[in-house]
């Protein structure tokens, strides 16, 4: 931490929480919150560089787990029914009392329990950032449901409460930096909070929820649920399974952790239960889903990483051993589609993407005992850095020869993914320079994200964002990523090619922006590096 540099002013630091969006009235200066911290604060003069791109991923993570979390409405949103109401009742006084708290930072909150897996995040009303005493007014933020999808997945749901208790750690380990009025404690037990019942929610049958469950023997998922309806698809699918496994691994770390969000008020789910459902996940997809049977390269290295992750959490021998198995198996279907040059053959059609989830993927695993293809990641994550960098567009060929580059909310991931592996695993440094050009270019300039609130916004940057009520329609849109934007090699040129809001990609995103923001840092441990962050400060 020592040196670290501050390129030029920064407004606001990391004050607001995701539980709301405001315009800036509640950040601390980040000089103020940094000097706190004992961080050493240089100046410099430089353009656009790993720092600025780091904080910049910071906010827009936040921006979009904010919106989708408490803001949007675009989901089954908490409390849903008169259990549920009273549950909530009674927990939210405690919540403000254990966290020392005056009063929630939202006014009449959405809590998103199950997010639905596309939407329209356009505003329906004058949007309320502030009504008048700081707090925005969620009721005026809720998006337009005509162009919702109204269906939840196991994926939406899982890469969005894996968000909320990565931001709940977050919250914990700031609590003395952070300003009082804040509350980050409060922040991190409501996120706790919905992190459990979003697990009631797919996967706990007695208690009323189980929705994603085909049967009572194991946690094998359908893949698509709708209010009203039940399961409107049953077909399991693994994309629904590694998400969902990701998760719980996760939750799994921070029930056993101890972390104060989890065990304040209290517990809607037992530890041991956590643990159980981690192992049950781990086992359910280790059966369902057949290495050999998988020809999408970009899903093995998904897969890859959420074994990584189950591996240093599972609390059984027998399953530890088979989680090394299965990593093997999986890491065999890369090399068998590795040429000698570290492409990897058979992925998504942006072969950045995929090079880039692969070689994440390739060295999450290799955090369990007994697993080591660091190696071959380094192969990998070569040619995304040396043959697909390029340096005149400043971002990510899709591919070698191709000259228009579709870049997804999930293409950025994989890549932010592989950039952050290679920089905090394999010491990699020199990616650096490299992610500050892809994010500045793709995200800011190309608008990936599309719009952002006054505690990002510097005036003086090379490409501003609009800030949400000048970002479209009647009055204005949400701080959140768009599905898809295109960059034209021949006339130097950005558009964006899919409005829609994708929560399974733009979660996934925002969960790869906060492992390399400047808060998945030395100032954050662990850069989502499996078994990196499971101890509380």
Known sequence: MVGLVIVEEVAAGPGTSPLEEVDGAEATGLTDLLELAGVEIEQSEAGYDWIDATWDSYWYSLYNMSTVITLSGNGITFPANQ???????????????????????????????????????????????????????????TWDQSASSMTVSPSSLGWTHLKGITWAKNFQKHAEILPPDL?????????????????????????GGGNFRLNEENLLLG????????LVDETPRPRHHSAMLWFLSNLNSFAQGGWFGYE????????????MLTNGMGQTT?????????????????????????????????????????ADGLAGRIETNLDGNGRVASGT????????????????ASQIDGVDYTDTAGDVLGYLTDELFDEDAGTFASGAEDTTYRITARDAGDITGGLNAADAVLGRSEVQAQYAEFFNQTVNRGQLQRAERPPSRDENAEFTLPLPPMAGGEFGQATVYNSAVEYDTTSDDWSVVDDTF???????????????????????????????????P
């Open 83 to 141: 259990q549920q109401e009273e549950q909530f009742q009674q927990r939210l006084p405690q919540i403000i009392q254990a966290a020392d708290a005056d009063e929630p930072p939202v006014i009449e909150p959405n809590l998103n329990m199950a997010p639905f897996t596309s939407g329209a995040p356009s505003f329906t009303e004058q949007p309320a950032l502030d009504a008048g005493d700081g707090r925005p007014d969620a009721s005026t933020l």
């Open 183 to 207: 509350a980050p404690l409060f922040r991190s037990m409501l996120l706790s909070t919905m992190a459990q019942v979003g697990t009631v929610f797919g996967l706990v049958t007695e208690e």
């Open 223 to 230: 893949s698509a649920f709708s209010p009203g309806e039940g």
């Open 264 to 275: 304040n008020p209290e517990p809607l789910i037992p530890a041991e239960n956590i643990q």
């Open 286 to 326: 280790m059966n369902a889903i057949d290495p050999a049977e998988l020809d999408d390269t970009r899903l093995v290295g998904e897969l890859l990483g959420a074994i990584g992750w189950f591996g240093t959490q599972t609390n059984q021998d027998p399953l530890q051993n088979s989680a090394i198995e299965y």
């Open 349 to 364: 059609e942006n072969q950045a993407a995929t090079q880039g989830v692969v070689g994440q993927g390739l060295l999450w």
């Open 502 to 536: 994708d929560a399974e990609a733009a979660m996934y995103l925002a969960n790869q922006d906060i492992w390399i923001s400047q808060w998945g840092g030395d100032f954050y441990q662990g850069r989502g590096v499996p078994g990196e962050s499971d101890s509380p």
